[in-house]
């Protein structure tokens, strides 16, 4: 079965700072893998996506995620932080060979920004 | 990109009453589509898969006869909550992968906060 981990519930960074989301998934294959973002209220927004090809994965916002898979692992960076990047963060796994399977989701890691 | 509306995005109900919770693909078909439910401060719990014109599936420990679930069309889901009491409260969001095509991404409409009072 599919699962995804994010060690970290709560990340607190200065702005301008760098920052590094962990995700760690279990898939027995090469999965599909995301990274959502979510505002309060608010719906999730696809931040970048990887399936095949270069392991380094541009997104939007600055964001970018190395999937890495002898650490079974897909964490996100951004090299500077802005405030308005505070948000929730959730890692998704999904199976790339059925588009009518659901994405299972990690239980997210939340974002602080300060000054 | 593809877009997933969900309508509405807040609605406040009685308790006892039921509320329906649409999700329609605008510019592509889903023949399934996935209604997950989040928690405040958690993440997102799928709840059922929606699989036009045939039942739903439904997820462990959710309730198929308080959420009942109805995808007539390659566009378009609802979930309505029904007799819905405060501990249905909560933030619900669907999601729709573009049917017939692989290494397709989620799309997720922007969720219904659902408050009974």
């Known amino acids: 079965a599919q699962s995804v981990t994010q060690p970290d519930i709560h990340i607190t960074v200065s702005e301008g700072a760098s920052l590094e989301l962990r995700c760690n998934y279990s898939?027995?294959?090469?999965?599909?893998l995301f990274w959502y973002v979510q505002s309060p209220g608010q719906g999730l927004q696809l931040l970048l996506k990887?399936?095949?090809?270069?392991?380094l994965v541009q997104g939007i916002k600055g964001f970018e995620a190395e999937f890495k898979r002898s650490q079974s692992s897909f964490n996100l960076r951004k090299p500077s932080v802005h405030w308005s990047d505070a948000a929730e963060y959730f890692c998704?796994?999904?199976?790339?060979?059925?588009?009518?399977?659901?994405?299972?989701f990690g239980k997210g890691t939340r974002l602080s920004v300060i000054a | 990109g593809a877009v997933v509306s969900q309508h509405p995005s807040r609605v406040i109900c009685k308790s006892g009453t039921s509320v329906k919770i649409e999700c329609r693909s605008l510019?592509?078909?889903?023949?399934?589509m996935f209604w997950y439910r989040q928690f405040p401060k958690q993440s997102l719990m799928l709840m059922a898969t929606s699989n036009e014109g045939s039942k739903a599936t439904y997820e462990q420990g959710v309730e198929k006869d308080k959420f009942l679930i109805n995808h007539a069309s390659l566009t378009l889901s609802t979930l309505t909550v029904t007799s819905a009491h405060p501990e249905d409260s909560s933030f619900y969001i669907c999601s729709a992968r573009e049917s017939g095509g692989l290494y397709t991404e989620a799309f997720f409409g922007q969720g219904t906060r659902l408050t009974v009072v």
């Open positions: 990887y399936f095949s090809g270069d392991t």
């Open positions: 998704a796994v999904g199976a790339p060979e059925s588009g009518n399977t659901p994405l299972v």
């Open positions: 510019d592509f078909q889903a023949t399934t």
């Open positions: 898939y027995g294959a090469t999965p599909y």
